[in-house]
Nanobody
Framework: QLQASGGGLVQAGGSLRLSCAASGRTFNTYAMGWFRQAPGKEREFVAAVSWGGASKSYADSVKGRFTISRDNAKKMVYLEMNSLKPEDTAVYYC???????????WGQGTLVTVSS
């Protein structure tokens, strides 16, 4: 089970940190990721991190601004979002799985709204 939190309203240029709490004994064996879905658009990949944290991948649109990380001891995944833009407005979903990018398991979304 995945539980995302940390969304909210922020001005352009601001920052937010999303968190995802995971439960289950297999968390440490799964890659974890973040996807987002803007109004009227399809869900898109944002970032992913391998089970050990050594490999990370980002969508071109967020490279240099977003950072994904995980704490396996706490079963947590984070998405640090800086220099936010209005086009980052979306519902953000935490995901996990053994595939890449991981999209087998999903949490509920958390809404991020960036005002101009």
């Amino acid at each position: 089970q995945l539980q995302a939190s940390g969304g909210g309203l922020v001005q352009a240029g601001g920052s937010l940190r999303l968190s995802c709490a995971a439960s289950g004994r297999t968390f440490n064996t799964y890659a974890m990721g973040w996807f987002r879905q803007a109004p009227g658009k399809e869900r898109e990949f944002v970032a992913a991190v391998s089970w050990g944290g050594a490999s990370k991948s980002y969508a071109d649109s967020v490279k240099g601004r977003f950072t994904i990380s995980r704490d396996n001891a706490k079963k947590m995944v984070y998405l640090e979002m800086n220099s936010l833009k209005p086009e980052d407005t979306a519902v953000y979903y935490c995901s996990g799985g053994s595939n890449w990018p991981p999209d087998r398991y999903w949490g509920q979304g958390t809404l991020v709204t960036v005002s101009s």
